[in-house]
């Protein structure tokens, strides 16, 4: 008889309850938030000039990245290797949504921005909007954003600023967060994760 339970019990975490003693979601590369709750809402103009809402990417996991097209490094590593984790889903990869938000919006115009997106994935949208509205975003997220001049060079100046992964889950909740030079084999693997365990309210 308690076989019988046991049993019923994981067939119905296979149907997504959430139920003890068959076995949990687990990550191997993302860290999940303990409680996560909403995450900010904002609005913003993606490259195309069409408004992006968080709120509307409901059933969707999204991935937030926060930097600017002239970054050398950190930012095409993390573009790179997110899109490349979204392409290794194969027709999930429709239901994660990665979203590249510039720090520096001074600098960072549409056209700009497009090119530079396109260049990862076709997919990605670049974000910008009037400086308060991106100094908001970035407050609501904790990201730290620094102009440093660069007096002998073309760039005339760089920006310093937060690297990481923000990973809003399908339930529109800030659910974890990754490096930004992630494996993204096992990002991949998380988001699968997330697809299975994380039910669409």
């Known amino acids: 008889m308690k076989y019988a339970h046991w049993l019923l019990a994981c ?29 900010p809402d904002f609005s913003l103009i993606d490259q195309h000039g069409a408004e992006f809402h ?16 002239a970054c050398p490094d950190v930012c095409p590593l993390a573009l790179g290797l997110s899109s490349q984790a979204r392409k290794q889903l194969g027709a999930d990869g429709d239901k994660v949504q990665i979203a590249f938000v510039t ?3 001074e600098r960072d115009n ?33 990201v730290h954003a620094q102009r440093r001049e660069l007096p002998d060079s073309a760039l005339q100046y760089t920006i310093d600023h937060t690297a990481g992964l923000y990973i809003i889950d399908q ?11 992630v494996d993204p ?3 991949a693997t998380d988001l699968k994760t997330m697809l299975k365990y994380i039910a669409v309210e």
């Open 54 to 69: 968080l709120a509307e990417q409901r059933g969707k996991i999204v991935i937030l990245f926060f930097g600017f097209t």
């Open 11 to 39: 067939v119905l975490l296979g149907l997504g309850l959430s139920l003890s003693g068959c076995g949990t979601a687990s990550y191997q590369i993302i860290r999940p938030i303990e409680n996560p709750t909403a995450a």
């Open 103 to 105: 720090v520096d919006p």
């Open 185 to 187: 084999t096992l990002l």
């Open 110 to 142: 549409p056209a700009t921005i497009d090119r530079y997106v396109s260049l990862f994935d076709s997919t990605i949208l670049g974000l910008n909007g009037e400086t308060a509205a991106v100094e908001a975003v970035k407050k609501e997220y904790g």
């Open 171 to 181: 339930q529109g909740r800030w659910f974890a967060m990754a490096n930004h030079d």
